[in-house]
């Protein structure tokens, strides 16, 4: 069965940088669309970045030319590149996994635990 296994959560001040990754397993990842969600407490998940089987990228408005996603398919891995960093950031940060391509909808089949990010 898929599993997703995110890492790289911390906490940064204001203006720093973060990258998060994410392990995939359990199926066969190039196969597969990826996405970054997050969720801040008391606020609904949110897409923040996707990455289509050819590469195709897509990103929250509220990211771009900040976040960076890329993945390794070699490694089975996804990633998060996060720059200029600011408080709304601060969330747990989902790895997604799907068949279709799905980009920021939500309904995302496959999903990891999350990993924090605090930004003060």
């Known amino acids: 069965h898929v599993q997703l296994v995110e890492s790289g959560g911390g906490s940064v001040q204001a203006g720093g940088s973060l990258t998060l990754s994410c392990v995939a397993s359990?199926?066969?990842?190039?196969?597969?669309?990826m996405a970054w969600f997050r969720q801040a407490p008391g606020k609904e998940r949110e897409g923040v970045a996707a990455i289509d089987i050819d590469g195709s990228t897509s990103y929250a408005d509220s990211v771009k030319g900040r976040f960076t996603i890329a993945e390794d398919n070699a490694k089975n891995m996804l990633y998060l590149q996060m720059n200029s960093l600011k408080p709304e950031d601060t969330a747990m940060y989902y790895c997604a996994a799907d068949f279709f391509n799905l980009q920021l909808a939500r309904h995302y089949a496959n999903w990891g635990r999350g990993t924090q990010v605090t930004v003060s």
């Open positions: 359990g199926y066969t990842y190039s196969a597969y669309c």
